[in-house]
């Protein structure tokens, strides 16, 4: 949905053939879609004062300033091709910003199509006002009850997208950058804002950025806005946009990967956890299930976190599990009536972790198929074979220090999420009020363990995609030409402990590989190590970093954005990265660093 209350009228527009199929492919592989309101706006907006203050007010019908050239126009491709979603042209002008306010609820197709033609039909009515008065104020009103819709229908469904997907045709014969930024409209919730750049290649382009990346800098569940926002693009070159939604896209036939290792085991209670069923036996009639502290204390020990995913009453549970004494046992625990799919998805949102290191136990043959259907990436266990669990290999974890302590962390991080909700100054300050400090170690034998696990464990910030083996760790220690760096932190609601390693190659003033937790993201630790490296090594030239680019570290690597590395080499996967010499090292002293 866009502005077609303003702008109502469609073009005519040949566009390849090739270019036209992929829109209609792209619609075709979409199950359900979010009914957002797409409009123009300005990058440097402050109206209404700016429209008799800025030189380049342009005004519109309803007296809001136009920032594309002949603002959204709606094109058709003719009477023999059908693409059911729209296709909009736009022409960006100076500060000129294609935005809406957000909202992740997803609709079938159907729904939508209905509701375009409403919007439509009623835009039609409007524009067939003879007085431009009364048109202006049908306008004025139209936007605003669009917007209030999107607001007020927002989490109403159980349905979590897969993401926010954007397709963008670019007819020009050179890449074309547009910057993603989504951000809260509460400024208690301003955090830091979901930003990431999009190189649009000549020809069609498709992205589709996971939601589990968005909700890591968004509060999805209160008022956001979503921009994009072109960096010097000429108001001459069109883009022609088609879905800009979230999206959850229609199952697939394979099967997608899971991990090697589980890191958390999701359970069901009833018949699971205990024999019996907590509504309709009654608590004292249960019975706790045998074993099954043992299994869930050395599951923890091994730092494989535990957590529910049950169909109950949620109050009559915790009170169950708090009287059979269990009940600190479990982080995150969902107990709703909600689908167990649903359940399973909030919990790896919870953690930050991917949905292919979570194994599901339930003893309903039912309720393992619905996830199955909804989740294959996730592991399935029949309640009946519990007490194989701990001899499973994919449940075979080291136990280390820092993996016993998983669990703590995690309710370290609740109160940290409860006390920065409820912090009423920027995100910056919160994190300042947190005393983060980054401990900054050269590599010892003594870390060797912990860096092995990191290495086997970290998906979304490593920058190398390696796997080293406890041998290679011992070579890179002894390798007098390289700078091996291990990274702790803590704050003042508990110790992290070991969350990232790196290594320069001295020689060649290059950093090779950099991998952290997923625990310390968004908390600007890696900002505070790669400032460090650089003032460290900068006085030796221009600074490299080389890393290996794939789908789950790109939304990691915008840190390199934030420091304004060039990109000088990109072959295949591998990038590689220039901070010349001469520039000002940025450094937000956030994050106390201390090196050891």
């Not at 040949?14 to 706006?41: C, R």
């Not at 006002?129 to 009850?145: C, D, E, F, N």
């Not at 919160?430 to 010892?444: A, G, Y």
Request: net charge positive; with cysteine; proline share 3%.
């Amino acid at each position: 949905m866009y502005e077609t209350e303003v702008y109502l009228k469609t073009i005519q527009e040949n566009l390849p053939q090739q270019v036209i199929d992929e829109f209609a492919k792209t619609y075709d592989e979409v199950k359900l879609m979010s009914f957002l309101h797409w409009t123009e706006h300005c990058v440097e907006c402050s109206m209404p004062s700016c429209f008799t203050t800025c030189d380049l007010y342009s005004p519109r019908i309803d007296g809001k300033c136009q920032r594309f050239v002949n603002g959204i126009e709606n094109v058709q491709f003719g009477q023999n091709i059908e693409v059911h979603q729209k296709v909009l042209k736009i022409k960006f002008k100076k500060w000129g910003v294609y935005a809406t306010q957000g909202n992740s609820e997803l609709y079938k197709k159907i729904e939508i199509q209905k509701l375009l033609n409403k919007d439509y039909n009623l835009s039609k009515l409007i524009h067939l006002s003879p007085s431009g008065y009364i048109k202006k104020k049908l306008i004025q009103k139209r936007y605003s009850v669009k917007k209030n819709n999107i607001i007020n229908n927002q989490n109403k469904g159980v349905e979590i997208p897969d993401g926010f997907l954007i397709e963008i045709y670019n007819p020009c014969n050179e890449i074309l950058r547009l910057g993603l930024v989504i951000r809260n409209d509460d400024y208690k919730y301003s955090k830091i804002p979901f930003q990431y750049k999009l190189d649009l290649k000549p020809g069609y382009n498709k992205e589709l950025i996971p939601f589990t990346e968005i909700v890591k800098r968004i509060k999805a569940n209160v008022s956001y806005r979503i921009n994009l926002i072109p960096e010097k693009i000429d108001r001459d070159i069109p883009l022609y946009f088609g879905i800009t939604e979230f999206v959850k896209l229609k199952e697939h036939t394979y099967t997608p990967k899971r991990a090697k290792k589980v890191k958390c085991v999701v359970w069901d209670l009833d018949n699971t956890i205990w024999n019996g069923i907590l509504i309709e036996d009654g608590l004292k009639a249960l019975k706790l299930k045998e074993g099954i502290v043992d299994i869930l204390t050395q599951l923890e020990k091994r730092g494989i976190i535990n957590s529910i995913s049950s169909k109950n009453n949620f109050d009559l549970a915790m009170e169950a599990l708090e009287y059979f004494g269990i009940k600190d046992f479990f982080v995150h625990p969902k107990i709703s009536w909600f689908p167990k799919s649903k359940s399973i998805k909030e919990i790896a949102l919870n953690f930050n972790i991917d949905l292919n290191t979570l194994m599901f136990i339930d003893d309903s043959k039912f309720e393992r198929r619905e996830v199955q259907e909804i989740l294959p990436q996730v592991r399935l266990i029949d309640a009946a074979n519990y007490k194989t669990l701990l001899n499973l290999e994919e449940l075979k974890v080291a136990i280390t220090r820092d993996g016993a302590k998983r669990k703590a962390f995690y309710l370290n991080e609740e109160k940290r999420k409860q006390l920065s909700d409820d912090y009423e100054g920027e995100y910056f300050e919160f994190l300042k009020s947190c005393n983060i400090k980054l401990e900054i170690n050269s590599l010892q034998e003594i870390h060797f363990e912990r860096v092995y696990e990191l290495a086997q464990r970290t998906n979304q910030m490593n920058f190398s995609g390696n796997r080293y083996t406890k041998n290679d760790i011992m070579d890179i220690y002894k390798n007098k030409d390289l700078s091996s760096y291990v990274l702790k932190c803590s704050d003042k609601f508990g110790d992290y402990g070991i969350v990232g390693f790196g290594i320069v190659e001295k020689k060649k003033n290059r950093l090779i590989d950099l991998m952290f937790s997923c625990r310390i993201q968004s908390k600007r630790v890696e900002h505070a190590f790669l400032n460090y490296i650089l003032e460290y090594y900068i006085k030796f030239g221009d600074f490299y970093v080389k890393y290996k680019f794939s789908e789950k570290n790109k939304f990691s690597a915008q840190v390199f954005n934030d420091f304004d590395f060039e990109t000088i080499k990109q072959q295949g996967d591998l990038r590689e990265l220039k901070f010349g010499k001469e520039r000002e090292i940025p450094n937000d002293q956030i994050i106390i660093t201390v090196k050891k």
